[in-house]
Structure formats: C-alpha cells, structure tokens
C-alpha cells in the first residue's frame, strides 16, 4: 500500500514537473531577446514550484541548518539527486552553477541555461575548455553571483562518500575563493535515477567556510566530511 500511494504521489508529481519545466523553458527562451531578468524570474518560478509540489504532491519538508549567505564564494554541495541541481535558484538569487557541457545540448532548456549564467564543464575539452570554465567563474564572482560546484561528478546514493573528482582542486586554486561546503542528505527521499519519489525530510547543512589557499589534500579532506555530515555514521568514518 505504502509503494501503491508513492507511485500515485510521484507521477502526479512529474506529470506537473514536465509540464512547468517546459511552460518555464519556453517562457526563458522566449524571453532571450528581451530581458535577461525575465529569464531569471522564469527559472526562479520554475524552481519556486519544483519545491512546491515536492511539499504537496510528494509530502516532503525542506530544512536548513545554517546560513547560505548569497554572496561570491565557492559553493560546494554534495550530490545525491536532482533536487539540490533545481533548488539552487531557491538558495540564491542568481547562482552560476557548474553543469555538465551535455546538458546544453538539450533542447530549449539548454539555451536557456546558457543565457541564465550556467558554466559549461567539458571534461575531455582540454586546456581550451577549462580556460573558458574559469573565465566564466571568474565573471560571475565579479557579478557577486556565488558559484556551486557539485565536486563529487555524479549522483550518489545516499551513505556513499567517493573521493571530490580533481576538478575541485584546480577551480579551488586557481580562483582563490573561500569554499561553503553543504551536506544534503535528499537520496532518502528522492533517490537518483529512480521515478519513485518518497514523503520525508530533506536537510540542507551548511559546514563551515573553508579559507582560500589551503594545501590541496586538507582542502579536499576538510570538503568531503563536511559534505558527508548527514550520512550514515560508517560513511562519515570512512570519510575520514
């Protein structure tokens, strides 16, 4: 009965997912040619209703333990599913997420991120490609707009805790920023890569900033336990 009602809650919820994420690409495209502000604001709805039928439809609560502040500083989240990936206009007003080149290939979606501020990574792009990353983090910094980086790649289940890919270390170095590490522990609720969606709570916690210009393995380590806070205590050692 349990999994019966969950299914039922979870097409309801991506059957009005779909229809605003294209209602609020088109509106952003659209929009293109006449005012970046109105992409903005067709990307903030379109979050703004992300969580709320993630509250109604799927009966799931939002909590955040700490402070975000919406400033030019390095995010760095941990990545268990989709969710935190649309909550970012949520936490911020403008954020300049790192998203994956392929990504901007999606039809009308992808133009419209483009435009909105998000920076391409291309992993096989070379020198070229991060070059360009960096000149783009570099102007959304000078904009005030706070970066977020997903260091670990990829979605994780929740418990695990991989090693931060080595894209963390060089954006680190090379741009000079404080880094805000943020545990999530959404893969209880809604787990990656599956259409089943569950009522619960989702907890954002905010670690403590990390200073600019650490040696690359106390950065790299002081990040991945912060950002493995919520997780299960054997992973938290392993962290370790």
């Known amino acids: 009965m349990r999994y019966t009602i969950a299914l ?11 229809l605003m994420s294209s209602i609020s690409s088109i509106g952003a495209v659209v ?18 209703f992300h969580r709320l039928i993630c509250r109604l439809a799927l009966g799931q609560k939002i909590v955040i333990e700490g402070e975000m502040p919406d400033s030019p500083v390095l995010y760095v989240f941990k990545h268990e599913s989709a969710f935190e990936t ?43 490609a991060m070059r360009a990353m960096l000149g783009a983090a570099k102007a959304a910094l000078a904009g005030g707009r706070p970066l977020v980086l997903f260091a670990e790649g990829t979605r ?8 931060l ?36 709570t989702i907890t954002y916690k905010v670690g403590e900033t990390i200073p600019a210009g650490l040696p690359r393995d106390e950065a790299e380590a002081r990040v991945r336990i912060a950002i493995n806070a919520l997780n299960p205590p054997a992973a938290l050692l392993e962290a370790n």
Request: charged content about 15%.
């Open 86 to 128: 649309v909550e970012q206009p949520m936490l911020f007003k403008h954020p300049a997420v790192f998203a994956k080149e392929e990504l901007f290939s999606i039809p009308v979606w992808g133009q419209a991120a483009r435009f909105y501020g998000l920076i391409p990574v291309d992993r096989d792009g070379g020198g070229k």
């Open 165 to 200: 890919r080595s894209g963390f270390a060089g954006v680190y170095r090379l741009l000079g920023v404080p880094v805000i590490p943020v545990a999530v522990n959404s893969g209880i609720a809604y787990p990656p890569r599956k259409w089943v969606k569950w009522p619960g």
């Open 8 to 18: 039922f809650r979870s097409i309801l919820f991506w059957l009005l997912f779909v």
């Open 156 to 163: 994780v289940a929740h418990g695990e805790a991989p090693q």
């Open 31 to 48: 929009s293109l040619p006449i005012s970046h502000r109105a992409t903005i604001w067709f990307v903030r709805i379109w979050a703004q």
